[in-house]
């Protein structure tokens, strides 16, 4: 579904961010991007977003170069409007498509059932917990049917227990509407228990330093098998390695 071939790019300002980026990921299939902080990760999804423009390599999602503004991204912040409801938040994209509202209902109303916000839909962001809001966040981008979502540390800012709960609920969408995910993410955990494939950058120019083929992520008692633990310290090694080479 998304093809990313010999990306390189630098900032105006001359700083070197990408160099020679290629991966895939198939439709339907979990990545997972962990790099060191201020690599360019951020960057790399801005250029499949289509936000910044390709310098040099190409990215294909569907076979067609990437244009601004058609992949839904969630991020850390949430990007909720403050002055609208969990409701108006989640139907927005549909209200924005003139949509009638019987059929925003039918969209929504399960949307909000799924993530368990039904009983808050008349309340505003400032009312929700960090956790309510990257969950309103989410059926905000479910209710327009994506067959790509693009996430950038989704649930950095939250606390351990609400990120994992948050990362289960993500796993069961995943599998029940098999929607084509990226999530760029600082958690090695993370990483493992959400990317069917795993892909570690090096440190700003990223190069891809591995791509790690994860089949077990997604499966809810995978996070306490013994396969989790030695894709983590596969990860961490990696990560952590200054001769990547080393680890083959
Ligand atoms: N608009 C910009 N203009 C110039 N340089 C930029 C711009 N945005 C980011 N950079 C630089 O590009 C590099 C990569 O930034 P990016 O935000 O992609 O990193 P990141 O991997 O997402 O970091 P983090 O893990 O901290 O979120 C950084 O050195 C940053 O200073
Ligand atoms: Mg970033």
């Not at 801005?46 to 910044?52: C, N, T």
């Not at 997604?218 to 952590?240: A, H, M, N, Q, Y």
Request: hydrophobic share 40%; net charge positive; charged share 20%.
């Amino acid at each position: 579904m998304i093809q990313v071939n010999n990306l390189t790019f630098a900032y105006l300002e001359g700083v070197e961010v990408l160099r020679d980026v290629s991966f895939s990921v198939k439709k339907g299939e979990s990545c997972a991007i962990i790099g060191p902080s201020g690599c360019g990760k951020t960057t790399l999804l801005y250029l499949i977003a289509g936000l910044l423009p390709i310098q040099s390599g190409e990215i294909r999602v569907n076979g067609t170069a990437t244009t601004r503004g058609n992949i839904p991204m969630i991020l850390q912040d949430y990007g909720l409007f403050p002055w609208k409801t969990v409701w108006e938040n989640v139907a927005i994209g549909l209200t924005l498509k003139h949509t009638p509202q019987r059929e925003i209902r039918k969209k929504v109303v399960p949307i909000l059932e799924e993530l368990g916000l039904s009983p808050f839909t008349s309340f505003y962001p400032s009312q929700l917990s960090g956790g309510q809001c990257q969950r309103v966040a989410i059926a905000r981008v479910l209710a327009m049917n994506p067959s790509l979502i693009l996430m950038d540390e989704p649930f950095s800012s939250l606390d351990a227990m609400t990120r994992e709960h948050l990362q289960t609920l993500l796993s069961r969408i995943w599998e029940a509407h098999r929607i084509t995910f990226i999530i760029v993410t600082h958690s090695i955990e993370e990483a493992t228990f959400l990317g069917k494939r795993v892909i570690v950058l090096s440190e700003r120019p990223a190069k891809i330093r591995a791509v790690v083929e994860n089949p077990n992520a997604g499966d809810p008692v995978f996070r306490s098998s013994r396969t989790f633990f030695e894709i983590s310290t596969k990860l961490r090694k990696i990560l952590f390695s200054t001769n990547p080479e080393a680890q083959a």
